[in-house]
């Protein structure tokens, strides 16, 4: 039932900045992790940033320095701050979010985002 709704995808130009967001539709008990993936045509899916519960980050070596990713107050939502993009980072991106309950995680619908100028 519980659905991760995302926005804020768009075409933006090189260099330009983007903050993607995924909001639960409903609670979501006992998160371990959130996180954001891309996945860009003829390429496999990637993890591009994840954060724990703890507030732990990762990112991908492509991304760092670049991209910021958060939770909210409540933790029922995630988002991806895009700073200095660059056309290689056009992808599909998707939001994550892995329960203790649900192993298998939740996904969102993805959202698109496009570099160029």
């Known amino acids: 039932q519980v659905q991760l709704v995302e926005s804020g995808g768009g075409l933006v130009q090189p260099g330009g900045s983007l903050r993607l967001s995924c909001a639960a539709s409903d609670r979501i008990f006992a998160v371990n992790d959130m996180g954001w993936y891309r996945q860009a045509p003829g390429k496999q899916r990637e993890l591009v940033a994840e954060?724990?519960?703890?507030?732990?980050?990762n990112y991908a070596d492509s991304v760092k320095g670049r991209f910021t990713i958060s939770t909210n107050n409540a933790k029922d939502a995630v988002y991806l701050q895009m700073n200095n993009l660059k056309p290689e980072d056009t992808a599909v991106y998707y939001c994550n979010v892995n329960a203790l309950f649900r192993p298998q995680g939740y996904w969102g619908q993805g959202t698109q985002v496009t570099v160029s100028s």
């Open positions: 954060i724990t519960s703890g507030g732990t980050t």
